[in-house]
């Protein structure tokens, strides 16, 4: 099947810096490919979805300044936290799908903390 | 507003008892529903789909657009059947976005 692969599994930054989450699709291309938020004990929030080559969109309430995806190419995409705060402190996962499937293939989840 | 509602945060029951899990969902068109799964510390994944109508794992889960329901189903839970469970809608066209539930625990007991 699909692997997904998100690099690194959990990461501590000190507020104020920044921290660079990557997820790769590693047997297959993925044409789209979608960040989310969880909270403990919560469900997945959807921030960004993002194609290849084009800008990613995000949903509304997520600020795509703080939050910098890049999707440079079909196997991998990056998430960057900006400026990180303590609130940003989170568990966030990564979903890719190919360019006619439905199914999107989940990342195993990158925990961040910043103190 | 596309919604999806999963009412139980926790359904605890028997080895061999039935299980269903609600899922109950809010969107004026014709919307796709699946069920995905998360085994403790394992990643999301798909469970079923409501189109390709099949039963994996003993699971199944009917779509009633009359009462806005996709409800996954098991007659007979087993130990290994505990993880989270999340429906998730997804809206045609766009770029295949998902809508997640906010997930129901399901722990079976022996």
């Known amino acids: 099947g699909a692997v997904v692969s998100q690099h690194p599994s959990r990461v501590i930054c000190k507020s104020g810096t920044s921290v660079k989450i990557e997820c790769r699709s590693l047997d297959f291309q993925a044409t789209t490919m979608f960040w989310y938020r969880q909270f403990p004990k919560q469900s997945l929030m959807l921030m960004a979805t993002?194609?290849?080559?084009?800008?990613?969109?995000?949903e509304q309430g997520v600020e795509k300044d703080k939050f910098l995806i890049n999707h440079a190419s079909l196997t991998l995409s990056t998430l960057t936290v900006t400026s990180a705060h303590p609130e940003d402190s989170s568990f966030y996962i990564c979903s890719a799908a190919g360019t006619f499937s439905y199914e999107q293939y989940f990342g195993p989840g990158t925990r961040l903390t910043v103190t | 507003a596309q919604r999806v509602t999963q009412p139980e945060k926790l359904l605890s029951v028997f080895k061999g008892a039935p299980v269903e899990l609600k899922c109950n969902y809010s969107?004026?068109?014709?919307?796709?529903l699946f069920w995905y799964v998360q085994y403790s510390r394992q990643r999301l994944q798909l469970l079923l789909r409501?189109?390709s109508r099949e039963s994996i794992k003993g699971f199944t889960a009917d779509l009633n657009k009359g009462e806005t329901s996709f409800h996954l189903k098991k007659p007979f839970a087993q130990e290994e059947d505990s993880a989270m469970y999340y429906c998730a809608l997804r809206t045609p066209g766009g770029y295949n976005k998902l809508i997640f539930g906010a997930g129901t625990r399901l722990a079976v007991h022996p």
């Open positions: 409501h189109i």
């Open positions: 969107y004026s068109g014709s919307p796709e």
């Open positions: 993002s194609n290849e080559g084009s800008k990613a969109t995000y």
